[in-house]
């Protein structure tokens, strides 16, 4: 176990009592409201090593008001040699630079008498120049000058003559930048390694930062391949995409002296996958299938063991995408780089991955699953790219969903199979599907949008967001869902074959899942692929599917915010539907919904109280559903009856469903408390994540500082809370490893929140977050209500009025809902 932190550390031992359990739930769900808020974008991991002192990043420059301007397409990219030579060394003091020379070699598609190119921040070193064609040796063309654009981020050549179409040039530039510590491009990092102030230098290319390092043609079907040499302090060493071929030594015109490392050629690939990192880390290596894996970090952390578990997983995982996919990683060597500071959690480089510290670190002693599977899905996130992302790219970025998405979605199909104790469903549901949906329909974009949305003043940076990530993953999980994992993963293999390092746009996609689907006869769909995946890509946010029993009429519309629409407001989108769907617990055939509204005679149901529906089952589509208060009261009297008569991630989406459907106006807010009457019985805790994000309202403060509402919510949870926490907490005095496999037990709504706490740690050894959060409430219920609140806390507003509540409440305490007359005590 490494150094702790200030915070409350509860231990094995204290864990088995109940009074110290209820002491560190207390504390660290203090911690939970005040951070509800900001908690779930906030990274729920601490860092292992403190940064070393050093001077503020800048922050990055605004983009350009065209700094997505597209190229002429007058020339096309085949090659760059590439030396790059920044110019520190160990303990200078700066400012620093780096120099470079790019020759790239380009094919003529069309006459010109001028060459464009992408070039941001940087200034020209020396003479440009333009040899060719390369037919006839010793050629060139003249170059009359070279205009930087940097609003537009590019640098034009003016030549006294024209570049013929068919033949190859080489331009030839120079240039030099500055190395800052702002995480885009080349930059310069800070850290402490054994006590010792360290500096390094590594990239970040995506999306649009390679012209910030050295000229080039920066747009992702720009594929070429790559020599690149690094000139380097000698007590550095050098790494990038291919295994380095060649290290010499070169003097500068001081006689200092300087190393020369030298890569191989690389694969055919993009500018933005290009990628450098100059370190003096230590590393381990494992080689699988004759792939050499490396994972580089400071010389503590490899030395007491940080990196092992992350090594031990690459290897397998690399083996689990090839045998699913059928394709082979095409590279010799896979290095993955733990950076003390980086700007994302990872990123894909081929061949040089880079992670912040955290992404990739674990204790040695720490058996607890949740921490290993936060490493685990950031790894396979990373290694999925590796096909989706490197081998096959996305014409331009309003398709980033073909690489985001599909490597969101094979992110869980790769650390569920290293790590079998999680299950693949729930935690892709609560840590996927679950906030996305909430995310969606208050978002104004599609998940692809049309090329000539992406122009202009528009910031690529806004398309990495949940849409692309979470919605691409949901959506891709439907798909795989309705046409068989079988089906699904052979139109991917022929997918990824025929545009190996090349590019390919959503249609493509289409196109061979098509090819799959026409070539047999298991699964029939009731239009073309494209039609029904287009509907769920092209348009905004998600459908409702609104179920009447008594005619078997279904209803779709898209989910929006009833209390917030205005009346220019047009929401007409239609989806094709695929619907999974179970009676009084049978699993029913597949169905679709093809049309706004539909009538089904199967769903027509008796008037017995346990003949019921359940549509969309375990999650299967990405929708909601609204039932009518027919079926809702059936389905609820059935969960007080027998919970686990409805499967689990059916259970969640119940939950979930209706408290959006309450919060955005569709149904009552009593429909919603209707269904939590059962909760007594839940032991399921990702239940009780979703169940504690919707019940525990956004103002909790002020709602708890009430003297009317607080009784009511106090009295109405603990009938339900006593149970889950006792649970647990008798699983705690027995045997506290008993909860080392369970994430949802460790991890969660609440366990993130309280995780994001600058002054409560929980760690290893400790109570469990989730029963840390569930114990919390129940000390703060069962605590004298003017003893509890003597900070002031950030008020937030929240659907949870003290009307709303109060009323509601006392409504369900007094044994009256709109459904039932049943009392829930």
């Not at 040899?131 to 609003?151: D, F, I, N």
């Not at 919603?672 to 956004?698: G, M, Q, S």
């Amino acid at each position: 176990m490494g150094t702790r932190g200030g915070g409350l550390y509860v231990g094995r031992r204290a864990a088995a009592t109940g009074a110290a359990l209820l002491l560190a739930l207390l504390v660290a769900l203090l911690a939970l409201a005040a951070l509800y808020g900001r908690c779930r974008q906030k990274a729920a991991t601490q860092p292992l090593s403190p940064r070393a002192p050093g001077p503020a990043a800048p922050p990055p420059p605004a983009p350009a008001a065209s700094s997505v301007r597209r190229l002429p397409r007058h020339l096309l990219p085949l090659h760059y040699d590439l030396e790059l030579w920044p110019r520190l060394r160990p303990g200078q003091a700066g400012p620093f630079a780096f120099t470079g020379q790019v020759n790239i070699t380009v094919r003529c598609l069309q006459d010109t008498d001028t060459a464009v190119l992408h070039s941001a921040g940087l200034r020209s070193r020396g003479v440009a120049a333009v040899r060719g064609p390369r037919s006839e040796p010793g050629a060139a063309v003249e170059v009359a000058g070279l205009r930087q654009e940097e609003a537009g981020e590019v640098a034009v050549l003016e030549l006294r003559g024209r570049l013929r179409a068919g033949h190859r040039y080489v331009l030839q530039l120079g240039f030099q930048g500055r190395l800052e510590e702002d995480f885009d491009g080349l930059f310069l990092t800070r850290y402490t390694d054994r006590g010792q102030n360290r500096m390094l230098i590594a990239s970040q290319m995506e999306p649009t930062y390679a012209r910030r390092v050295y000229p080039c043609f920066d747009e992702p079907a720009m594929k070429a391949t790559f020599n690149i040499r690094i000139r380097h302090d000698p007590s550095y060493v050098a790494l990038s995409n291919m295994p380095a071929i060649d290290v010499s030594e070169v003097k500068d015109e001081n006689g200092s002296l300087w190393t020369v490392t030298t890569f191989n050629t690389s694969l055919k690939m993009s500018t933005y996958l290009t990628a450098f990192v100059i370190c003096d880390f230590d590393y381990v290596t494992k080689t699988e299938r004759g792939n050499e894996i490396r994972i580089w970090a400071r010389k503590e952390a490899v030395k007491n063991g940080y990196v092992d578990y992350a090594l031990n997983i690459t290897g397998p995982i690399f083996s689990f995408l090839e045998d699913i996919l059928n394709v082979s990683y095409p590279l010799p060597k896979t290095d993955l780089v733990a950076l003390p500071d980086f700007g994302a959690g990872g990123m894909e480089n081929w061949g040089l991955m880079i992670f912040q510290e955290a992404s990739l670190m674990n204790l040695p002693s720490d058996e607890f699953t949740s921490r290993k599977a936060m490493i685990a899905l950031i790894v396979s996130h990373e290694l999925g790219h590796q096909w989706f992302g490197n081998l096959v790219t996305m014409n331009w970025w309003n398709d980033l969903w073909l690489n985001e998405g599909l490597a969101s979605y094979f992110e869980y199909l790769g650390a569920t199979f290293v790590e079998p104790k999680l299950s693949l469903d729930k935690i892709f549901y609560a840590h996927v599907v679950q906030p996305v949906l909430r995310e969606d329909s208050e978002i104004a974009r599609s998940l692809s949008e049309s090329e000539d949305k992406i122009k202009g003043s528009f910031s690529l940076m806004s398309l990495f967001d949940n849409i692309t990530y979470s919605k691409g993953a949901s959506i891709t999980w439907m798909l795989s869902g309705f046409l068989t994992e079988k089906l699904f993963i052979r139109a991917l293999t022929s997918y990824l074959k025929e545009f190996s390092f090349s590019n390919a746009n959503q249609d493509d996609l289409w196109t061979h899942i098509q090819m799959v689907v026409d070539a047999q006869d298991e699964v029939q769909l009731p239009a073309p692929v494209k039609q029904i995946m287009d509907s769920w890509t092209c348009q905004n946010g998600f459908p409702v599917l609104t179920l009447n029993l008594t005619t078997g009429t279904i209803r779709q519309e898209q989910f929006f915010n009833k209390n917030n629409r205005k009346s220019t407001d047009s929401y007409n989108n239609t989806w094709i539907v695929p619907i999974a769907w179970m009676r009084n617990g049978s699993s029913q055939p597949l169905t679709w919904l093809d049309k706004s509204i539909k009538m089904f005679p199967e769903m027509q149901v008796s008037e017995s109280e346990y003949d019921w529906i359940l549509l969309n089952v375990n999650l299967s589509g990405y929708y909601r559903v609204n039932y009518d208060q027919l079926n809702l009261k059936r389905l609820a009297q059935l969960l007080e009856n027998d919970p686990k008569a409805i499967p689990a991630v059916s259970r969640f989406q119940l939950i979930d469903d209706v408290f959006a459907l309450a919060d955005f106006g569709y149904v009552p807010i009593e429909t919603a408390l209707e269904l939590t009457k059962y909760l007594a019985r839940e032991d399921e805790l990702f239940i009780w994540n979703v169940v504690l994000l919707n019940l525990i309202p956004d103002n909790l403060e002020s709602t708890l500082k009430n003297h009317e509402v607080y009784p009511l919510l106090k009295k109405y949870l603990l009938k339900r809370m006593l149970p889950i926490y006792h649970y647990y907490a008798g699983f705690i005095r027995q045997n506290v490893d008993a909860l080392e496999d369970d994430y949802f037990a460790q991890r969660g709504s609440c366990g993130l929140m309280a995780s994001c706490s600058e002054t409560v740690v929980v760690r290893h050894r400790s109570s469990t977050p989730n029963v840390v959060c569930i114990s919390f409430i129940l000390t703060v219920l069962t605590s004298p209500q003017e003893c509890i609140w003597k900070n002031s806390w950030q008020q937030r507003a929240g659907w949870a009025s003290k009307t709303v509540w109060t009323s509601h409440l006392n409504c369900m305490l007094s044994g009256g809902t709109t459904l039932s007359t049943k009392s829930p005590f």
